[in-house]
């Protein structure tokens, strides 16, 4: 078990790296990682919905697209995927349609957490699959990337008026909409 923690700890530092990198890039800071069940790194990324004007965008979303391409199946059985907060409700569609076998998140996120803290979508009976969810993994650190993203994105815009500098959030804080 605590074997299990120290790589689960590994392999959400490597998708808070993938954060940070989105939050360079303007995107808000989630970030994603795709292993197999050996531990093997798949895939990486991070949010990218304004860069690439897509709404489905999402982290996780980007990485089962790079895994199911590497791999050459869209079903990825016996993997496991490491986000930085909690998946909304797309995401965790995607990875029961995915067959991923396991969620590692890191902070909740209690607007729109598909995982847990709105909904749990992960062990719904009815559905042909189910994930097992590992969360809290580097809660803090997760935590703390979003909230100073956050805090600096107010700062920037404090006192500021007119078009291009107001930031409209849409539904959960993953989508922003720049007016």
Do not use: W
Not at 3 to 21: D, I, K, N, P, T
Not at 39 to 68: F, W, Y
Not at 152 to 158: I, N, S, V
């Amino acid at each position: 078990m605590a074997e299990e923690m120290e790589v689960h700890g590994a392999m959400m530092r490597l998708a808070l790296q993938e954060a940070v990198q989105g939050a360079e890039g303007g995107e808000v800071p989630v970030g994603a990682v795709l292993v197999d069940g050996f531990g093997d790194l798949i895939a990486k990324a991070h949010n990218m919905p304004i860069s690439q004007c897509d709404p489905t965008a999402h982290a996780e979303i980007l990485v089962l697209r790079e895994g199911a391409r590497r791999i050459g199946n869209y079903r990825l059985p016996g993997t496991v995927l490491y986000v930085t907060i909690e998946p909304c409700a797309m995401c965790v569609g995607a990875m029961l349609h995915a067959r991923v076998s396991t969620l590692v998140f890191g902070a909740r996120d209690p607007k729109s957490g598909a995982a847990g803290s709105v909904v749990d979508l992960t062990t719904v009976s009815t559905f042909n699959h189910t994930i097992e969810v590992v969360g809290g993994v580097e809660e803090e650190s997760c935590a703390r990337v979003i909230q100073d993203f956050f805090r600096r994105r107010r700062l920037q815009l404090d006192g500021r008026t007119g078009r291009g500098t107001e930031v409209a959030v849409t539904g959960s804080t993953r989508n922003r909409l720049v007016l």
